[in-house]
């Protein structure tokens, strides 16, 4: 009875039992994030940076602090003991952040915090393509399909990149304002102050009451062609007057392309620990919902999925335990020479494996390649206690054939001590592994637990059902005789003398297996080694990387011309672009960065494999000088990026004052290891700043004019950079309304 509920949780659990790639094998790394867009890298890196990482520097269990800035962004990333709960480590953050927010200059975004488990919690990226301009299309996919996708259960955020942001822009006429004399500040205060709603609270009138409220904010360009900004002589100067008012697309700092024609892609997060299959169902069952609402011409397509490669890695792992417990039958089967006997032995293995899967969910170990490749390896030594069981009693049922019941018995407590210390031997190998921390506790526990749980589950059942069902159905048939296998008589014949020499001469047995276990201590050097095997995922990834300074387009015009030549590799589907980084998202990725997913064709269809696909891509892309070019798979880099934070299996770290020398050790470094065998790609982080334009204050001049830095400051970012000042609201979407000169003025 005990059992068959066992076997019935069993069967539920794998069902229920959470299905993953890989164990969680995210570090404890959290990056603060924090945007501005009008700053400086080195206002930023003054105003932001140093105060963030002052603020978080004590914070309890960090092992180590590092800042990343650049243009209107600042990147602090803290790393944690192996341990710490994600949770609490994001409360912490969060608490000293509450004095540094305060302290940041104005326009400053609130921050965001990202922890390294956002790469792997990636479960499925989609590109939206079709007959809509970028405006409309990037307008789709940030209300329409994203809010949507938000409603999925255990997604956390969808990031949009490509496209262009629709904002309202108020587009000034300097010439027109000197000769009106509107300042910028006018401009200004009157759109903050002609876009506000407003209450009068409750009238009661007789028997019923009104709740007033006044409608005053900007709805449309009408409203904003209308509002005035001063008088003069009595007449009312309106926006109109002295501006250009226009729809058009916010300054970006990403794109998207596919087919040479403009896209959008979204990247799907699910939440922190949340089982990723449910997640990738109910996105895709969205996607279908979406795909008949939207306008004729537009189409949804996944690009990256993580439940295909589950799904493929899961089912060539239960075809290869179905292989192990096939091959299991067929090597007892000659050997105990019954069928009845053999087949019982095919009842212990599935009825343990199932026994194994209710203990993994009894203990949160979820369905993965490293649970399942230990179910696998396992299999063979699980059943050991139920072959010996078996055939000893069998041995002894053709001895004492007339009664079954005393066969069986002591059959089965001859080799009860036996079975025992063999088992407590292997579960004594693979034990270590539950107690290590870090890294390698989080990807061998799974491992070790599968072999260590299937092994006891094997032995339990050879003590309680094994004997039951020898007992039940084996039958020894009187007056027949009963031999060893033919297998087994043939296999002895080769043993026994080998074992009376070794028996004779214990010596030179000895010296035999000291000299062989020396040998194979000197060949381990020349085995590989590596922390993950290479997964073949159905698809790579090349890192464009340009000099630092390069603007959005040239590395666009660059990254395409690499994507031209990677079409045409061998066995390549599809090539999706993406230059830059989205507009608030956590990547770290800037305007001289471009990234390519590449789709290879089915596994079936292939005709070389994928390290012969990249070496190809590798020969054909060298010649773009003063450009990096690296190749990784998706999953490979996220699971990378999770590990430490960074893209690539080594880093090196140079540390120093002086940023040149910085640079020239950084260099000769890369001629080093390029020389290196083995080594396919190298990345040196682009430490060089971008070209300014620095604009100096005359204070003297300044002064006579009654302007302050701050005064002087403002009118540039707002003339040059532009400044979002209010925002216009309609139904559940919200655009920017920015003040910037014109084109003509801005280029002078």
């Known amino acids: ?163 262009e942001v629709r904002q309202y822009q108020v587009l000034l006429d300097m010439l027109k304002m000197r000769f009106l004399g509107i300042s910028m500040n006018q401009v200004t205060n009157a759109l903050q102050d002609n876009n506000e709603n407003f209450t009068g609270n409750i009238i009661p009138y007789d028997p019923i009451e009104y709740a007033t409220r006044g409608l005053g904010r900007i709805t449309n360009l009408n409203d904003l062609y209308h509002i005035a900004i001063a008088t003069k002589n009595g007449v009312p100067l309106y926006l109109k007057n002295i501006a250009t008012i226009k729809e058009g697309g916010q300054f970006r700092r990403g794109l998207a392309l596919t087919d040479n024609k403009e896209v959008v892609t979204s990247t799907v997060t699910k939440h922190y620990g949340v089982d990723t299959m449910p997640v990738i169902h109910g996105v895709k069952k969205a996607l279908k919902e979406i795909q008949s609402m939207l306008p004729s011409g537009v189409e949804i397509k996944a690009f990256f ?57 009894l203990f949160h170990i979820t369905i993965n390649v490293m649970s399942l490749g230990g179910i696998v390896v396992g299999l063979g030594t699980m059943i050991d206690g139920a072959i010996v069981d078996t055939e000893n009693i069998y041995r002894h049922m053709l001895l004492n054939p007339n009664d079954r019941f005393t066969a069986t018995l002591k059959g089965s407590i001859e080799v009860r001590r036996p079975i025992a210390f063999s088992t407590l031997i292997i579960i004594a190998v693979f034990a270590p592994l539950l107690f290590l921390t870090g890294f390698e506790g989080r990807l061998f526990y799974p491992f070790a637990f599968t072999i260590v749980v299937s092994m006891l ?15 039940t159905f084996i039958k020894i048939r009187y007056g027949r005789k009963q031999q060893e296998g033919w297998l087994t ?29 020396g040998i194979t ?96 891509m590798r020969k054909h892309t060298e010649d773009f000088p003063g450009t990096i070019i690296t190749f990784t798979t998706p999953l490979n880099d996220r699971i990378e990026e999770s590990i430490s934070g960074i893209r690539g299996q080594l880093a090196v770290n140079i540390f120093g004052n002086d940023l040149d020398i910085l640079v020239q050790k950084g260099n000769q470094l890369d001629e080093i290891i390029r020389n290196i065998p083995g080594v396919t790609d190298v990345c040196v982080e682009q430490t060089l700043g971008i070209l300014q334009l620095n604009m100096l204050v005359d204070r003297e001049r300044a002064n006579r004019y009654g302007l302050s830095a701050k005064m002087i400051g403002d009118a540039v970012e707002t003339a040059m950079g532009g400044r979002v000042v209010t925002t216009v609201v309609r139904d559940i979407k919200e655009y920017d309304v920015l003040v910037r000169l014109q084109e003509r003025f801005r280029d002078d």
């Open 1 to 163: 009875l005990f059992i068959c509920l066992a076997i019935f949780l069993g069967v539920t659990s794998v069902f229920k039992t959470s299905t993953e790639f890989l164990p969680d094998l995210s570090s404890p790394i959290i990056s603060v994030i924090t945007e501005n867009p009008g700053l400086a890298a080195q206002e930023v890196e003054t105003l932001i940076t140093r105060p963030t990482e002052s603020a978080l520097r004590s914070t309890p269990n960090v092992t180590g602090v590092r800042s990343n800035t650049m243009y209107g962004v600042s990147w602090v990333t803290l790393s944690f003991k192996w341990g710490t709960d994600y949770y609490f480590a994001r409360q912490l953050i969060t608490q000293n952040l509450t004095d540094v927010i305060p302290r940041l200059p104005l326009g400053t975004r609130v921050p965001i915090l990202s922890n390294a488990a956002s790469r792997l919690g990636e479960v499925i990226e989609y590109y939206i393509k079709g007959d809509l301009s970028p405006l409309d299309l990037r307008e789709l996919a940030n209300y329409d399909v994203r809010y949507r996708m938000l409603a999925v259960p255990g997604v956390w955020r969808v990031w949009n990149m490509g496209g």
């Open 305 to 361: 999925d993580q439940s295909e490669l589950i799904n493929l890695s899961i089912r060539n792992l239960k075809e290869s335990m179905i292989i192990g417990g096939i091959a299991v039958i067929l090597v007892c089967l000659p050997f105990l020479n019954n069928l009845r006997a053999t087949l019982i032995l095919t009842v212990i293995i599935p009825i343990s494996v199932v026994i194994t899967f209710a203990c993994m969910k």
């Open 457 to 471: 589950i094997g032995f339990i059942l050879s003590l309680t059902l094994t004997p039951i069902l020898c007992y």
């Open 489 to 517: 008589r043939h296999s002895l014949k080769g043993y026994l003398p080998i074992c009376n020499t070794a028996l004779q001469r214990p010596k030179l047995t000895c010296l035999i297996a000291i000299g062989t276990l």
């Open 521 to 616: 201590i000197l060949l381990v050097p020349l085995i590989g080694t590596s922390l993950l095997p290479a997964f073949d995922e159905g698809a790579l990834v090349a890192v464009v990387i340009t000099p630092p300074g390069d603007s959005l387009k040239e590395t666009a015009r660059i990254s395409d011309k690499v994507s031209q030549i990677i079409k045409q590799a061998p066995d390549v589907k599809d090539v999706i672009q993406r230059v830059g980084r989205p507009e608030g998202s956590e990547m770290p990725e800037t305007a001289n960065i471009g990234e390519m997913y590449i789709q290879l064709v089915d596994w079936k269809e292939r005709r070389r494999s994928i390290d012969e696909i990249k070496d190809w």
